[in-house]
């Protein structure tokens, strides 16, 4: 049985960090193209980063330079690395697997999805 099982979330203040974490098993992880996304109230999904198998990353313009994903396959774990957060990083985020890489915008599409942790950023 496919699992994804997200950590992590919480509340932080404006410019301050957090690390999610998405454990995964059921599935050939090493093989899987990973990703977060996530989706605010009354706001449409944002795909937010992706990793693929061989360590290539690609993210959305409105969080480079600040998150950082990474992948360990040996624990079979994704990371989700956040720095200086703002209001508009307040969301649910979702981990994505799928055995091909989606486009960033459609990862939300990927085969399987977990059921996400709150992030909340506030002043």
């Known amino acids: 049985q496919v699992q994804l099982m997200e950590s992590g979330g919480g509340s932080v203040q404006t410019g301050g960090s957090l690390r999610l974490s998405c454990a995964a098993s059921?599935?050939?992880?090493?093989?899987?193209?990973m990703g977060w996304f996530r989706q605010a109230p009354g706001k449409e999904r944002e795909g937010v980063a992706r990793?693929?198998?061989?360590?290539?990353?690609t993210y959305a313009d409105s969080v480079k330079g600040r998150f950082t994903i990474s992948r360990d396959d040996a624990k079979n774990t994704l990371y989700l690395q956040m720095n200086s957060l703002a209001s508009e990083d307040t969301a649910m985020y979702y981990c994505?697997?799928?055995?091909?890489?989606?486009?960033?915008?459609?990862?939300?599409?990927?085969?399987?999805r977990g059921q996400g942790t709150q992030v909340t950023v506030s002043s």
């Open positions: 059921g599935f050939t992880y090493s093989t899987y193209c």
């Open positions: 990793i693929n198998g061989n360590g290539i990353t």
């Open positions: 994505a697997a799928d055995p091909r890489c989606w486009f960033l915008s459609r990862i939300y599409e990927s085969k399987y």
